[in-house]
Structure formats: structure tokens, C-alpha cells
């Protein structure tokens, strides 16, 4: 079964989700410890985070959830106490948006079918960022794009700490893969040639 997980959500907390699923009608099992629920996803956006919510058990050693289920696209936007996530279990997923919470690095290097990562407003810092954009997927060959979006919006962005860190990075990792730097706000691309350099680290296959 394809899944992903998050991690550090705070005990008896609501967590609000909105999920986007292979087809329509598609069951999907969240689950936190012994709690779970069944929901029904469908191919499109609710647009609308909380469309999908989940009362955390009140235990607090039981700060995961995992979310079972042909879904391609999670927006756990705005929940501050998600501190990690694991998506390594769903390949197919698209898009992953967890801006505003407390996730400070993301491993995508085994999610080829990614097209859409939203991750302003994150405590990432320029090594994570570099990390990312090392182990991201090429852009998949049948979408006419790819984006990073690690900020809102173009204005003021030298106020925005989150800009500082990643026009530090090496972002041609990333864009040498087909990927692009948009702003959530208006989806604008921006170009990012120049940065430190960063070698990405050579993988040991034997």
C-alpha cells in the first residue's frame, strides 16, 4: 500500500488536511495509533485546507500519522507542529504542500512523479534546501513543468528569511533537472542562476 507519513503533531490536536486521489471515490485510511478514519478523496482539490480533518489521539507518545491510499497530491499547510514528513512509501505522489509548518528538510529522491513542491514559510535552512534540490527527481517527462516554491511572494522577499536561505543554495542543482522557482502567491517563476556552489555528494551504489 502506497503511504506517507507525518510526524510531531501535537496529542489531542486537530490536524487539517486537503488530499487529492488517483480517481475519484478513492478510500483512504488515516491512521494515529490505535485511531483511525476512512475518507473519501476524489481526482480534485476541495481547495480548502480542513476539508480532511483528523483529531489527534490524546496519548501523547502517538505524534504520527499515516495516511494510506492512492492519493497524488497532500496539502498539511498551516499545521505549525508537523515537524517532519516521510514520502518516500507513495511514488506517485505530485504535488506535497506543507508551507507554514514546522518541517525543517524533505527527502523527495524517491518520488519521480513530483511536480509541485510548496515549502515557504518552513524553517529549512541553505543545507536543506541543497539537500532537496540534490536528491529531487528530474522533472517528469509528461508535465510541462515543475516548481519549488519556497516563498510567498516576489515583494519584499529581502525581508523574507526564507528567501535569504535559499538564494544561498545551489538552486542549478534543481533547475539543471527540468525544476523552476515559483512564489505561491502568483505562481511566478524566478530565476535563480547564481547561489553557493554545491557539489551534490556522489551516492555509493556498490
Not at 499547510?77 to 511514488?91: E, F, H, Q, Y
Not at 541553505?126 to 516548481?147: E, F, L, V
Request: with cysteine; aromatic share 8%; proline share 5%.
Amino acid at each position: 500500500n502506497k503511504y506517507i507519513t507525518l510526524q510531531g503533531i501535537r496529542a489531542d490536536s486537530i490536524l487539517n488536511l486537503d488530499l487529492r486521489a488517483d480517481s475519484n471515490n478513492t478510500p483512504v485510511l488515516i491512521v494515529n495509533g490505535k485511531k483511525s478514519i476512512y475518507q473519501i478523496v476524489n481526482k480534485q482539490w476541495k481547495n480548502q485546507v480542513g476539508t480532511y480533518q483528523f483529531i489527534m489521539s490524546a496519548d501523547s507518545t502517538n505524534n504520527t500519522i499515516t495516511i494510506y491510499g492512492d492519493i497524488n497530491a497532500v496539502n498539511c499547510s498551516g499545521n505549525t507542529s508537523i515537524t517532519k514528513a516521510l514520502l518516500a512509501n507513495n511514488p506517485d505522489l505530485q504535488v506535497f504542500n506543507c508551507s507554514g509548518t514546522s518541517i525543517k528538510s524533505l527527502n523527495v529522491s524517491q518520488n519521480p512523479k513530483l511536480m509541485d513542491i510548496v515549502i515557504a514559510d518552513c524553517p529549512f535552512t541553505t543545507q536543506s534546501y541543497n539537500d532537496m534540490m540534490c536528491g529531487i527527481c528530474p522533472k517528469p517527462a509528461n508535465q510541462a513543468y515543475a516548481y519549488i516554491r519556497p516563498f510567498r511572494t516576489n515583494t519584499n522577499t529581502t525581508l523574507d528569511p526564507c528567501y535569504q536561505r535559499f538564494v544561498e543554495a545551489n538552486v542549478m542543482n534543481a533547475m539543471s533537472k527540468g525544476w523552476s522557482v515559483a512564489t505561491i502567491d502568483e505562481g511566478v517563476q524566478s530565476n535563480f542562476t547564481s547561489g553557493i556552489p554545491y557539489p551534490c555528494p556522489v551516492l555509493d551504489t556498490t
